[in-house]
């Protein structure tokens, strides 16, 4: 007896031969609304959008857009040129190499919420939509008209599966909710981008150059951003806009000019990053900068362990307190017991040295577990260490980590008689306390990368992907899979370390709750895990701006006060579930969630 099934009767479901849009408008009236709609919003922005200078930012003035308004003119234009360059016209095809009808639909789609979002935020902070003047009622009007535009340009609409007659309520509940979903997705693809063709070697490095330097402004802007509701609104704004930018292809081609030109483009990033304190007028954000720079590189050894290796560690903060504490132990604190003062380099090697140590200790005799097994014994370690290191005040045990109190009052460093803790001026431009750590970090972070990326490349580091990969296979190969595993916990135990040094001397104390499994301020564990996931396993850049992010958005959300980590768990399980493979994936893992996608025509041999 065979089950007879029936095409569905999904409502609203169309033929999947025929393009059409998700509303019901002509494909030529809507592609003139989006424009029309994006054409609009950006006269808004120039308009008064409130009355009173009571909302932050100042949007009460006419001819110069402030505060939100720059971030809606931002998005109005990228919508404009994706709008200009569906109608072909010329100059504009390089935009879209993908295709434009994506890039728009996330265009308009930045523009509505940030559009919205201020309309709204200024109506319940004022109380009522009394308080908008005329440009905040057409930006309202003109956004979300240009998103309806956008929404009912056609697309390929997904093959409905057919349904079982014998099927539940609930099932053909569950079956048109499905494909619902599908068809929201469809609207929201985009084509295969175009190859980017040979261009001379000068004119890559300037779109390098240029990219680097769009990178620069868009961070700046987001560490600099001075109240609440316009971090939100950059936020949105960022978010929608890098997703309009990879609908229409450019990410793509970007990664392809990058791809040609690694050293250069490496170098480059680190360039940028140097100029960043230059674009500040105080020490206030390169304070938030040094810090980034410890968790990124913090994320980065973890990378290798976690990332190349494939090795879940959950106590991996416990190899940067103990370089911390190493290094503070011997820099000449009066906390410490032994009465030394050591210059910087050698501290730096006592600091690693001692991470190193603790590593290999811990690795012996654990790494012959996997999986679960691993990870348990690995946050055990963390525990321990920060109880150990609570116990160890002269009382419970010892005097040498002086206990809860930690070790203070860490001198500043003074390499070659540059006082790190004094001011300095450097061409024209003030260099405060933290600016000094921001470019000692920026010069350590340097050596990580190599570190990583030779490591990677090499032997050993084919050996970890293999061991990654299928443990079994590789040791059925001939692989010492304890040894390889033992290499890779104590490299990444002795960058962590590395980064515990400058950490000691930038905080001025350590004390052992700076290294908690979980908390609401990182570097801890969970955070350190959450960058090298978020960011992309196996790659280089990807847990240098997951670090980033998760640093910085944690730091400009404390308004939310205990909601806070609720919002940040939301948002890695919304970014789990719709970006498995992690915000700057390489191309093997990439594959491995999206196995439709083409597949690389080279893979590096770390899969980066």
Do not use: C
Not at 150 to 178: C, M, N, V, Y
Not at 194 to 223: C, D, H, K
Not at 314 to 343: I, K, M
Not at 440 to 465: D, E, K
Request: charged share 10%.
């Amino acid at each position: 007896m065979t089950t007879q099934t029936t095409a569905p009767d999904t409502p609203g479901a169309r033929n999947a031969d025929t393009p059409a849009g998700l509303l019901p408008l002509p494909e030529k009236a809507a592609r003139a609304l989006a424009l029309g709609g994006s054409a609009l919003t950006i006269v808004s922005t120039f308009l008064a959008w409130t009355w009173t200078a009571d909302f932050p930012g100042d949007l009460t003035v006419y001819g110069y857009p402030g505060g939100l308004q720059v971030l809606v003119l931002v998005g109005a234009l990228l919508a404009t040129l994706f709008a200009l360059a569906s109608y072909g016209v010329r100059g504009l095809r390089w935009l879209t190499p993908a295709g434009p009808d994506g890039a728009l639909r996330f265009a308009t789609l930045a523009t509505f919420a940030t559009g919205w979002y201020t309309v709204i935020a200024i109506s319940t902070d004022l109380g009522g939509v009394v308080n908008l003047e005329p440009g905040g009622y057409l930006v309202a009007v003109a956004s979300l008209a240009a998103l309806a535009g956008a929404l009912s340009l056609p697309f390929q609409r997904p093959e409905p599966e057919p349904i079982d007659p014998d099927d539940t309520g609930w099932e053909k509940f569950k079956h048109a909710a499905a494909y619902k979903w599908e068809t929201v997705k469809a609207v929201f693809s985009a084509g295969t981008p175009r190859p980017v063709r040979a261009l001379p070697p000068y004119a890559e490095i300037l779109i390098i150059v240029a990219i680097l330097a769009l990178g620069l402004l868009v961070f700046t802007y987001g560490i600099g951003t001075e109240y609440d509701e316009l971090f939100i609104g950059f936020l949105i704004t960022a978010g929608f806009g890098f997703a309009a930018l990879n609908k229409a292809g450019l990410i793509a081609q970007a990664s392809q000019i990058t791809a040609r030109h690694q050293n250069i483009t490496t170098a480059g990033a680190f360039v940028a990053a140097a100029l960043f304190p230059f674009t500040q007028t105080d020490d206030q954000y390169a304070t938030l900068g040094v810090y980034i720079l410890i968790f990124a590189t913090v994320a980065l050894g973890l990378n290798i362990v976690v990332g190349l290796a494939g090795l879940l560690d959950l106590g991996y903060v416990a190899f940067l307190g103990v370089g911390a504490y190493a290094a503070s132990l011997v820099s000449g604190s009066p906390s410490s017991p032994f009465d030394v003062h050591f210059p910087f380099w050698a501290a730096v090697l006592v600091g690693a040295a001692a991470s190193l140590v603790f590593g290999v200790l811990i690795g012996a005799p654990t790494l012959r577990l996997r999986g679960d097994y691993l990870a348990i014994v690995t946050l055990g370690f963390g525990e321990i260490f920060r109880i150990t290191a609570n116990n160890l005040d002269g009382t419970s045990g010892p005097d040498i980590t002086n206990g809860s109190n930690g070790v203070s009052s860490i001198p500043n460093l003074d390499v070659l008689g540059f006082d790190f803790g004094a001011q300095h001026d450097m061409g024209g431009f003030t260099i405060g306390r933290f600016a000094n750590y921001f470019f000692l970090m920026l010069l350590i972070t340097a050596v990580v990368v190599l570190v990583f990326r030779r490591s990677g490349n090499s032997r050993i580091g084919r050996a970890w992907v293999a061991i990654r990969e299928d443990e079994t296979a590789a040791l059925a190969m001939g692989i010492n899979g304890f040894r390889v595993k033992l290499i890779a916990f104590a490299v990444g135990a002795s960058l962590a370390g590395l980064a515990g040094t400058v950490q000691a001397h930038v905080t001025y104390t350590v004390t052992p709750e700076q290294y908690l499994f979980a908390g609401p301020i990182p570097p801890n564990s969970a955070f350190l895990l959450a960058a090298v996931v978020l960011g992309g396993m196996g790659t280089i850049s990807g847990p240098l701006i997951g670090a980033a992010l998760l640093f910085l958005i944690p730091n400009k959300l404390q308004f939310l006060g205990n909601y806070q980590l609720f919002a940040f768990g939301l948002a890695l399980i919304l970014l789990m579930r719709f970006r498995p493979e992690g915000l700057i994936p390489n191309r093997r893992r990439q594959l491995e969630f999206h196995e439709d996608a083409e597949a690389p025509t080279l893979l590096t041999k770390a899969g980066a």
